[in-house]
T-cell receptor
Framework: GDSVTQMEGPVTLSEEAFLTINCTYTATGYPSLFWYVQYPGEGLQLLLKATKADDKGSNKGFEATYRKETTSFHLEKGSVQVSDSAVYFCALGGGGGNKLTFGTGTQLKVEL | DADVTQTPRNRITKTGKRIMLECSQTKGHDRMYWYRQDPGLGLRLIYYSFDVKDINKGEISDGYSVSRQAQAKFSLSLESAIPNQTALYFC????????????????FGDGTRLSIL
C-alpha cells in the first residue's frame, strides 16, 4: 500500500539557516503530494502541494518539488525564522477515496 | 470563528465510559474525516464520510463509531473507552467538487486531546 517516510526529528537550526526535511513515498499510480504544518496547540494547515511530476509547490518561502524518478518531495527553505518552529508532515493523496497517507512528522526547532 | 470546530478541546475520562467527540464545519464541504494522532505514528484515518448517507471505515476503525448528522456535523464515538485510545483526535473536511478527489487538500480542526485513565 501507499506509504510516506520522513526524516526523524527533532531538527534544530539557528535562525537564517537553510532547511531541508526529507520525504520519500511509495505509491501506485500518480499521487498528489502535500506538506502540512502543525503549530503548537493547533490542527494541521496545508503548507504546499504538487499534483504531478516536476511540479514545484511553494508558500511562505518553503518549496518542494515532486520528483517521480526518486519518489521524493523534500521540503526546503532558504532562511528559517523562529516562527517556523512547528511539526511538518509530508502526505500523499491517492488510492480510492481521497485518503491522505501521512508521514510521522518532523519537529523543527529554530533558535535565535 | 474557526471553519472546522471540534468540541471538547480536552477530555479526561475513565476506562469503560462512552465518549462522543463532535465536529462541525462552516466550509460547506461534503467530505469529512476523523483521524487520531499519536507520537511517532503521524495521523491515522479512523472514519470518513463523503456525504450524509455515506460512511466508510478507515485504517483503524475498531473501537470507534461515527454519525453524520448533517452535512456540517460529523461525530466520533468511543462506546467503551480504553487507555490505548488516549490520543489527539482531529476532524478534517475537503470539498466534494473541483477536481480529482486525491488532489484536494484537507482542512483540519484544532483537535481534541483525549485521555483515558
Amino acid at each position: 500500500g501507499d506509504s510516506v517516510t520522513q526524516m526523524e526529528g527533532p531538527v534544530t537550526l539557528s535562525e537564517e539557516a537553510f532547511l531541508t526535511i526529507n520525504c520519500t513515498y511509495t505509491a501506485t499510480g500518480y499521487p498528489s503530494l502535500f506538506w502540512y504544518v502543525q503549530y503548537p496547540g493547533e490542527g494541521l494547515q496545508l503548507l504546499l502541494k504538487a499534483t504531478k511530476a516536476d511540479d514545484k509547490g511553494s508558500n511562505k518561502g518553503f518549496e518542494a518539488t515532486y520528483r517521480k524518478e526518486t519518489t521524493s518531495f523534500h521540503l526546503e527553505k532558504g532562511s528559517v525564522q523562529v516562527s517556523d518552529s512547528a511539526v511538518y508532515f509530508c502526505a500523499l493523496g491517492g488510492g480510492g477515496g481521497n485518503k491522505l497517507t501521512f508521514g510521522t512528522g518532523t519537529q523543527l526547532k529554530v533558535e535565535l | 470563528d474557526a471553519d472546522v470546530t471540534q468540541t471538547p478541546r480536552n477530555r479526561i475520562t475513565k476506562t469503560g465510559k462512552r465518549i462522543m467527540l463532535e465536529c462541525s464545519q462552516t466550509k460547506g464541504h461534503d467530505r469529512m474525516y476523523w483521524y487520531r494522532q499519536d507520537p511517532g505514528l503521524g495521523l491515522r484515518l479512523i472514519y470518513y464520510s463523503f456525504d450524509v448517507k455515506d460512511i466508510n471505515k478507515g485504517e483503524i476503525s475498531d473501537g470507534y463509531s461515527v454519525s453524520r448528522q448533517a452535512q456540517a456535523k460529523f461525530s466520533l464515538s468511543l462506546e467503551s473507552a480504553i487507555p490505548n485510545q488516549t490520543a489527539l483526535y482531529f476532524c478534517a473536511t475537503s470539498p466534494g467538487t473541483g477536481g480529482a478527489v486525491s488532489n484536494q487538500p484537507q482542512h483540519f480542526g484544532d483537535g481534541t486531546r483525549l485521555s483515558i485513565l
